[in-house]
T-cell receptor, first 113, second 114 residues
């Protein structure tokens, strides 16, 4: 799996966009970028994933740079309930490499009133 | 997506005893995983438990300590055997499904060993 680097913590004001960066400069061509989050005392929650195109769903947007060496998860209008640890995971998922996830330390996002 | 439940949600156990954690999924899935999250730490994979095959354990985890059953496509158990205080953690099961094998997690079982 490619190594990822995330800031340990970030703050965001409620209602503003939260932009969470992830550096993955050693990413290989067939590795996907996955984002999960873990709200305190809950199991992790899948947010979004992408290969090279930007992706958007009802929860967030994922912006991947053209060289794929970094990405940004965007929560367009952060709410207090978005306070969580956000994990950026980069890996190939198939029968050869396996299907489990390797969680790093993530970014602890605090959304403030 | 998948909805996953775990039992018990929490337990306090004495040293030397064993606890079996149940994981129930609302749909049939082949790939299931068990993770451990020690206090203040990130998640660590214990084992992969695919139906129809023996569980595959990660380095540092052994079957005698963490036996796993996977009798069908919607259910699995993880037993934490001969517990010590170092086993105090949150234990989570998850399944991989979807176009790119996105994982969905249960709420976790919070275990405290005294």
């Amino acid at each position: 799996d490619a190594k990822t680097t995330q800031p340990p913590s970030m703050d965001c004001a409620e209602g503003r966009a939260a932009n969470l960066p992830c550096n993955h400069s050693t990413i290989s061509g067939n590795e996907y970028v996955y984002w999960y989050r873990q709200i305190h005392s809950q199991g992790p929650q899948y947010i979004i994933h992408g290969l090279k195109n930007n992706e958007t769903n009802e929860m967030a947007s994922l912006i991947i740079t053209e060289d794929r060496k970094s990405s940004t998860l965007i929560l367009p209008h952060a709410t207090l309930r978005d306070t969580a640890v956000y994990y950026c995971i980069v890996r190939v998922i198939n029968s050869n490499s396996g299907y489990a996830l390797n969680f790093g330390k993530g970014t602890s996002l605090l959304v403030t009133p | 997506s998948a909805v996953i439940s775990q039992k018990p949600s929490r337990d306090i156990c004495q040293r030397g005893t064993s606890l079996t954690i149940q994981c129930q999924v609302d749909s049939q899935v082949t790939m299931m995983f068990w993770y451990r999250q020690q206090p203040g730490q990130s998640l660590t994979l214990i084992a992969t438990a695919n139906q129809g095959s023996e569980a595959t354990y990660e380095s540092g985890f052994v079957i005698d300590k963490f036996p796993i059953s996977r009798p069908n496509l919607t259910f699995s158990t993880l037993t934490v055997s001969n517990m010590s205080p170092e086993d105090s953690s949150i234990y989570l099961c998850s399944v991989a499904t979807g176009a790119r094998y996105e994982q969905y997690f249960g709420p976790g079982t919070r275990l405290t060993v005294t």
